[in-house]
């Protein structure tokens, strides 16, 4: 399956669809991903590329490309499997495909802020 967000191309293969299904991911409201972050202890990764990372995101998010977390990045190595990620993007679709990728890569816990940023309005961001 294909999606196109802008000009990017995300594709869904069968092992990314099974990594969905599992009870690993959710699909959470902006609302609920601004609770997940104010309750602390979860790893907010920005998918998008680094200029639209530029133009806002997220407090305390990291900004790791969605095409760049298989193999899984030196930065993401070293965290606890089982605790909360929280993937966005532009819209949902990257960080639809980033979270299956987490979940391949052993995550168990890991949520796509539904509709992406363009979802977060009058929400705060970092410049």
């Known amino acids: 399956m294909a999606n196109e967000e802008g000009s990017v191309?995300?594709?869904?293969?069968?092992?990314?669809?099974?990594?969905?299904?599992?009870?690993?991911?959710?699909?959470?409201?902006?609302?609920a991903a601004e609770d997940l972050i104010d309750q602390g202890g979860v790893t907010v990764l920005d998918v998008r590329s680094p200029q639209e990372y530029a133009d806002g995101h997220l407090r305390e998010s990291l900004n790791i490309r969605y095409d760049s977390l298989d193999p899984l990045p030196a930065e993401l190595e070293g965290l606890d499997r089982d605790a909360p990620v929280l993937a966005y993007c532009r819209t949902g679709n990257r960080a639809r495909k980033s979270c299956a990728q987490l979940i391949n890569n052993g995550?168990?816990?890991v949520y796509n802020m539904d509709k992406g940023i363009?979802?977060?309005?009058?929400?705060?961001?970092?410049w």
Do not use: C, M, P
Not at 9 to 31: C, F, G, M, P, W
């Open 9 to 31: 191309k995300v594709v869904i293969t069968a092992d990314d669809q099974r990594a969905l299904d599992s009870d690993a991911y959710h699909l959470i409201s902006s609302e």
């Open 107 to 109: 995550f168990t816990n």
């Open 118 to 126: 363009l979802d977060w309005a009058g929400v705060t961001v970092a």
